[in-house]
C-alpha cells in the first residue's frame, strides 16, 4: 500500500503557518523522508462564502504549490487531488502541468474530476450542465498536446491546427492521470486512463459532490474489480492501472482510534484492490503536522 499525504489546509482552522514556504517545505520534506508516495493540493479557485462556512475548505493554486513543492524535496510524488478540468482551458493546464512535471524531474500524478460546486462554475463562467462534455475535450486535448507531436483538433469548445507544446513533459506522453469520482462514467474513463481514484462515503456525504455514494469496502472491490477488467480488455493484463482512495478514516492521525483497527482496515483496501490510501495530517499546528506525519509513518508505514 502507498500512502498520498492530502496538505491540511482543507481542515478548517488551519495553522498559517502551512501557507507559508518554511511550513511548506517542512511537511514536503517530512513526507519525503518519511516514506510517503505524494502529496496532494486539491482546487477550489473560487468557492463561495456559503460553501465555505458550511464545511468547505481553502486552497492553494495547484500548480504553484506543486512546483514549490518540487524545489524543496526529490522523490516524493507531486499530486493534483483533484484537478477540476472543466475550469481550464486545455491548452494551459497542459503547459502549467508540464513545467511542474519537468521541474520536479517526472513526478507529477494528475488526479482529474468534474467538479460539482454549482456557484464556482458559475463564478468562472462555466456552463455545469456541460462539464462531463467539457472533462472529455479537454483530456484529449492535453493528451495531444502532451504527446509531443504537431497536432490539430476540432472539438465543440477547444480548436488547434498544427500546435507544438514544447519543451514536453519529462514522464513520455504526459504525467499519468487518474480520473476522481464514483460515477459510472468515471469509472469508464478510469479504464481508459491510468487509474481510479474514488470516495469511500455514503450515499448521503456523497450526494454533497453530486456523485453517487460507495458505502461498503465489499462495493468498492466489486467496482475495482469492474474498472480492472475493463482495463485489462483495452490494454491487456498488463494494463498499467493505479486504484487510490479516500475513506472516512482518512483522518485517523487526528483522532485517538485502535491502530489494529486502521490496520485492519488498510489490508481490508488493499484486498479489494487498493493500491493508495489518502491520509489526511491534522493542520491546527505545523508542529502537530509534521509530527502526526511522522508517527503514522512508524506505525503503518514501514514493516
Given at each position: 500500500m502507498k500512502f498520498t499525504v492530502d496538505y491540511p489546509i482543507v481542515t478548517a482552522g488551519y495553522d498559517p503557518?502551512?501557507?507559508?514556504?518554511?511550513?511548506?517545505?517542512?511537511?514536503?520534506?517530512?513526507?519525503?523522508?518519511?516514506?510517503?508516495?505524494?502529496?496532494?493540493?486539491?482546487?477550489?479557485?473560487?468557492?463561495?462564502?456559503?460553501?465555505?462556512?458550511?464545511?468547505?475548505h481553502e486552497s492553494l493554486d495547484q500548480t504553484s504549490a506543486l512546483a514549490f513543492c518540487a524545489a524543496v524535496t526529490t522523490r516524493v510524488r507531486l499530486m493534483t487531488y483533484l484537478l477540476v478540468l472543466p475550469y481550464h482551458n486545455p491548452f494551459l493546464a497542459a503547459k502549467a502541468l508540464t513545467t511542474v512535471d519537468l521541474l520536479s524531474g517526472g513526478r507529477l500524478t494528475v488526479v482529474a474530476g468534474t467538479g460539482y460546486l454549482r456557484s464556482e462554475f458559475l463564478a468562472l463562467n462555466v456552463d455545469i450542465s456541460q462539464r462531463n462534455e467539457l472533462f472529455d475535450e479537454s483530456l484529449e486535448v492535453m493528451r495531444g498536446v502532451w504527446a509531443g507531436d504537431p497536432f490539430t483538433h476540432q472539438g465543440p469548445h477547444f480548436s488547434a491546427r498544427g500546435l507544438v507544446s514544447r519543451p514536453a513533459p519529462s514522464q513520455r506522453g504526459g504525467p499519468p492521470v487518474l480520473i476522481g469520482g464514483n460515477s459510472a462514467i468515471a469509472r469508464e474513463r478510469a479504464a481508459r486512463n491510468q487509474g481510479w481514484s474514488p470516495l469511500l462515503v455514503s450515499p448521503e456525504v456523497a450526494r454533497t459532490s453530486r456523485t453517487p455514494g460507495i458505502d461498503s469496502i465489499a462495493e468498492l472491490a466489486a467496482k475495482i474489480k469492474e474498472v480492472r477488467d475493463a482495463a485489462a480488455r483495452r490494454g491487456g493484463d498488463a494494463a498499467p492501472?493505479?486504484?487510490?482512495?479516500?475513506?472516512?478514516?482518512?483522518?485517523?492521525?487526528?483522532?485517538?482510534?485502535?491502530?489494529?483497527?486502521?490496520?485492519?482496515?488498510?489490508?481490508?483496501?488493499?484486498?479489494?484492490?487498493?493500491?493508495?490510501?489518502?491520509?489526511?495530517?491534522?493542520?491546527?499546528?505545523?508542529?502537530?503536522?509534521?509530527?502526526?506525519l511522522r508517527r503514522y509513518a512508524e506505525a503503518f508505514l514501514k514493516g
Amino acid at each position: 500500500m502507498k500512502f498520498t499525504v492530502d496538505y491540511p489546509i482543507v481542515t478548517a482552522g488551519y495553522d498559517p503557518a502551512l501557507v507559508r514556504a518554511d511550513g511548506m517545505t517542512r511537511v514536503a520534506q517530512a513526507a519525503e523522508e518519511c516514506g510517503y508516495d505524494a502529496i496532494s493540493f486539491s482546487e477550489h479557485p473560487a468557492p463561495s462564502h456559503k460553501w465555505l462556512s458550511a464545511g468547505g475548505h481553502e486552497s492553494l493554486d495547484q500548480t504553484s504549490a506543486l512546483a514549490f513543492c518540487a524545489a524543496v524535496t526529490t522523490r516524493v510524488r507531486l499530486m493534483t487531488y483533484l484537478l477540476v478540468l472543466p475550469y481550464h482551458n486545455p491548452f494551459l493546464a497542459a503547459k502549467a502541468l508540464t513545467t511542474v512535471d519537468l521541474l520536479s524531474g517526472g513526478r507529477l500524478t494528475v488526479v482529474a474530476g468534474t467538479g460539482y460546486l454549482r456557484s464556482e462554475f458559475l463564478a468562472l463562467n462555466v456552463d455545469i450542465s456541460q462539464r462531463n462534455e467539457l472533462f472529455d475535450e479537454s483530456l484529449e486535448v492535453m493528451r495531444g498536446v502532451w504527446a509531443g507531436d504537431p497536432f490539430t483538433h476540432q472539438g465543440p469548445h477547444f480548436s488547434a491546427r498544427g500546435l507544438v507544446s514544447r519543451p514536453a513533459p519529462s514522464q513520455r506522453g504526459g504525467p499519468p492521470v487518474l480520473i476522481g469520482g464514483n460515477s459510472a462514467i468515471a469509472r469508464e474513463r478510469a479504464a481508459r486512463n491510468q487509474g481510479w481514484s474514488p470516495l469511500l462515503v455514503s450515499p448521503e456525504v456523497a450526494r454533497t459532490s453530486r456523485t453517487p455514494g460507495i458505502d461498503s469496502i465489499a462495493e468498492l472491490a466489486a467496482k475495482i474489480k469492474e474498472v480492472r477488467d475493463a482495463a485489462a480488455r483495452r490494454g491487456g493484463d498488463a494494463a498499467p492501472l493505479t486504484i487510490q482512495v479516500h475513506t472516512p478514516q482518512a483522518g485517523f492521525i487526528q483522532r485517538c482510534g485502535s491502530a489494529e483497527e486502521h490496520r485492519d482496515h488498510l489490508g481490508q483496501l488493499a484486498e479489494a484492490g487498493v493500491d493508495s490510501f489518502v491520509v489526511r495530517p491534522p493542520g491546527d499546528s505545523l508542529d502537530r503536522t509534521v509530527e502526526a506525519l511522522r508517527r503514522y509513518a512508524e506505525a503503518f508505514l514501514k514493516g
